[in-house]
């Protein structure tokens, strides 16, 4: 079947133009398979999990427990219960950053964080590390946007804690050294989180070949329901972690004398969960699995944008393997908001502006770029029409 | 020309165009045709914010009228301010009060910027007015 029929949301116009949709990096479209399946659920299967014993929540709390296992095996994490569901990365970050912080982190303790992550990756470590008197310290970028991985040794001292880097960044498209990075961590006591928001949607991922200890990812961006995420740890440190939320289902025992914890991965998912989005992982899973591998679009793209006179492409290679089909851009002389505009009445829907990540665009001098990320779903002729529509909004800028 | 004749002729070229790529192109030649801003007068003071690209706006009293002159880094911004400007600049507080900016509903403007372009457009008329009211 053609990819390109499962996404409703292709078939429509903008202007009378047909829509050429490239800001998948910020959210993907959803496929006819998901959005049935949530509205299946919501017509038929509505019930609270785990608490009751009628039919309806039993049938309710597999699908939920079904799309744990789904999970569970896309990234080959070892065991099920490592698999916690959130409302998406930013929430299982801050979760992360606060049941680490509690377990793990004193006065005096660093955190690394990258110098390209998304804010989602950043400022919920500079609220731990304010909360705690710990020490934020930055790992670089060089110009082409790769992590300075021989700077992540110089960082690291018998006080570093933590790594937080992103699998792919949203901004430079480039896939990050993870399992280089987790050994040099781990060879000196130190756990790594990976923001796998943008990893997840381009990359195979096996947690364990991967080797970091978390892995933080949304739903929306990998063609499942909104609000839905993951936050995968190491199960021998997820069980040192207390909880953020406390609430029902999280609980073992509640008295007046105190509480204790329900076992993972129930211990972080407190209060009712998105009952019918959560199951929708199992087809965002399987579309995964049916979309092309093609790199046409990706190489293309990238050649033409690296030949454009007065385009800056950041977050470039001599290895296109380690590129994804995300190109964020600066232009001479025309503004990144201004292109945006333009370009989207042309039909062409892009990204322009800081993009999440203020420190990266002060690092390469910019107030912003225009950001283009294509899915599978995306045709060379869409790549073409969004390359000329670029070319024609650059002349009538200039 | 009275601020009202001014909004009128705006709206009168505006509807001369009707793709909004067209529209585009006619603020980009107004953005474009813009006095120069002096660079030190980019300051943060005159910043408006709210806006996704900057905008800096100055103001003047000059024989009880209010003279503005502006700046942005992204050229149709530049052109919305420069718009502004030709209606609202070298009035008199009252005039600019007493205007209920509606003419930029019969522009379509606002619709038809993205939502932090629109929200932008708010923040200028919000600085204009305000401004003004500072000056009655
Ligand atoms: C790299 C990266 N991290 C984190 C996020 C935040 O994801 P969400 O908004 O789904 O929580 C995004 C998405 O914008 C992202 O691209």
Redesign the pocket.
């Known amino acids: 079947m053609n990819i390109r029929e499962q996404f409703p949301q292709l078939e429509r116009k903008v202007y009378g133009k047909p829509l050429v949709y490239l800001d998948n990096?910020?959210t993907s479209l959803r496929p006819r398979s998901v959005i049935e399946r949530w509205t299946e659920i919501s017509s038929h299967s509505t019930s609270n999990l785990h608490r009751a014993v009628h039919h309806i929540a039993a049938e309710a709390t597999e699908a939920y427990e079904a799309a744990r296992d789904a999970v569970r095996d896309f990234i080959n994490a070892p065991q099920r219960e490592e698999v916690i569901f959130t409302s998406?990365?930013?929430?299982a970050i801050n979760l992360a950053a606060w049941s680490i912080g509690e377990a793990f982190i004193g006065e005096g303790d660093e955190i690394i964080v990258a110098e390209s992550e998304?804010h989602?990756?950043l400022v919920p470590w500079q609220m731990l590390c304010r909360r705690k008197n710990a020490v934020l310290k930055r790992l670089k970028v060089d110009d082409s946007g790769h992590i300075l991985t021989d700077a992540l040794k110089e960082l690291i001292t018998p006080r570093t804690k933590l790594t937080c880097v992103?699998h792919i960044?949203?901004v430079l498209g480039l896939i990050n050294p993870i399992s280089e990075i987790a050994s040099l961590c781990h060879r000196n006591g130190v756990m790594l989180l990976v923001?796998g928001?943008?990893g997840i949607v381009h990359q195979s991922v096996d947690v364990q070949s991967l080797g970091c200890d978390f892995y933080a990812f949304?739903g929306?961006?990998m063609y499942g329901a909104p609000g839905t995420?993951v936050l995968w740890g190491r199960k021998d440190l997820l069980e040192q972690m207390p909880p953020m939320f406390g609430g029902g289902e999280m609980i073992e025992t509640v008295s007046w004398s105190g509480s204790t914890w329900a076992p993972l991965p129930r211990k972080f998912e407190a209060g009712t969960q998105d009952i019918s989005a959560v199951p929708c992982f199992v087809q965002a899973i399987e579309t995964m699995k049916q979309m092309p591998q093609d790199t046409q679009v990706r190489d293309f793209v990238y050649e033409s944008l690296m030949k454009m006179d007065d385009v800056t492409l950041f977050g470039t290679t001599d290895d296109l393997n380690e590129k994804v089909p995300l190109f964020s851009i600066a232009v001479k002389g025309a503004h990144h908001e201004d292109l945006a505009l333009i370009l989207d009445k042309m039909g062409v829907a892009v990204r322009s502006g800081q993009m999440?990540a203020e420190p990266l665009m002060d690092r390469f001098g910019v107030t912003g770029m225009l950001r283009a990320s294509f899915a599978p779903y995306n045709t060379m002729n869409e790549a073409e029409y969004f390359l000329s529509s670029l070319r024609k909004a650059i002349t009538m800028l200039k | 020309m009275t601020l009202k004749e001014k909004q009128e002729q705006i709206i009168e070229d505006f509807s001369l165009y009707d793709e909004w790529l067209d529209k585009y192109e006619y603020l980009i030649e107004l953005g474009k045709a813009l006095e120069p801003f002096p660079e030190e007068k980019k300051t943060d003071d005159r910043l408006i914010n709210g806006c996704q690209s900057r905008v800096w706006l100055d103001t003047q009293m000059s024989s009880g009228r209010l003279v503005f002159t502006a700046d942005s880094d992204a050229i149709i911004t530049k052109g919305i301010i420069s718009l502004l400007i030709s209606v609202y600049s070298d009035r008199t507080p009252e005039e600019i009060l007493q205007d209920d900016f509606s003419f930029l509903d019969a522009l379509g403007l606002k619709e038809n910027l993205s939502p932090t372009r629109a929200n932008g457009l708010v923040s200028m008329i919000e600085t204009i007015r305000a401004k003004a009211a500072e000056n009655e």
Do not use: L, P, Y
């Not at chain 1, 998406?88 to 929430?91: E, F, N, P, Q, V």
């Open positions: 990096a910020a998406g990365t930013t929430h998304h989602s990756d992103a960044s949203n923001d928001a943008q949304s929306h961006k995420g999440c």
